[in-house]
T-cell receptor, first 112, second 114 residues
């Protein structure tokens, strides 16, 4: 059974801190890993990773994938209160028409 | 461009009632799916469809039915609502069911079953 585990489950930081969110996965015939941000509504897409060692970057957010060790990290530098959200990681393998298996999410709270 | 739309936004049902959650997308996406999100559980796949006329079960399909008569619409039916179906339901779509497509999510329906 495909499985995605995120850590930590929750995190409280102060504005300006740098955070690292972790995602490990076990999926059959892995194809891609996706990160989403969810702020009390629908998840919004952040990154899709398919190759090891290639960093994806968008502003203060970046992410990288390690296909050998089966994990990904999402980094947020110089955090702001607007970064407060649940961050979801999802992995996709070849099974079941490439369905996404989601982790439980990391709740990030950024205090001023 | 409306993207993925869901109705209603909120719904309260009594145990045993039936209802249909509506989902529509205007992006001509082939792949559509329904998830439920419960506290501490992440998103769990209920049913999905890889195109009109084709549906399949996800990991938590019991108590739900779907159909896909058009590319645009993918309704989710609760046959006889139970308190365990209290949840937030998200519909999502992507251009195709392949391995490298992002899924776009609707705004969600918050369902309470009393």
């Amino acid at each position: 059974e495909d499985k995605v585990v995120q850590s930590p489950l929750s995190l409280v930081v102060h504005e300006g801190d740098t955070v690292t969110l972790n995602c490990s996965y076990e999926v059959t015939n892995f194809r891609s890993l996706l990160w989403y941000k969810q702020e009390k509504k629908a998840p919004t897409f952040l990154f899709m990773l398919t190759s090891s060692g290639i960093e994806k970057k968008s502003g203060r957010l970046s992410s990288i994938l390690d296909k050998k060790e089966l994990f990904s990290i999402l980094n947020i530098t110089a955090t702001q209160t607007g970064d407060s959200a649940v961050y979801l990681c999802a992995a996709r393998g070849e099974g079941s028409n490439y369905k996404l298996t989601f982790g439980k999410g990391t709740l990030l709270t950024v205090n001023p | 461009n409306a993207g993925v739309t869901q109705t209603p936004k909120f719904q309260v049902l009594k145990t045993g009632q039936s209802m249909t959650l509506q989902c529509a997308q205007d992006m001509n996406h082939e792949y559509m799916s329904w998830y439920r999100q419960d506290p501490g559980m992440g998103l769990r796949l209920i049913h999905y469809s890889v195109g009109a006329g084709i549906t399949d079960q996800g990991e938590v399909p019991n108590g739900y039915n779907v159909s896909r008569s058009t590319t645009e619409d993918f309704p989710l039916r609760l046959l006889s609502a139970a308190p365990s179906q209290t949840s937030v339901y998200f519909c999502a779509s992507s251009p195709a069911g392949g391995p490298y497509n992002e899924q776009f999510f609707g705004p969600g329906t918050r369902l309470t079953v009393l």
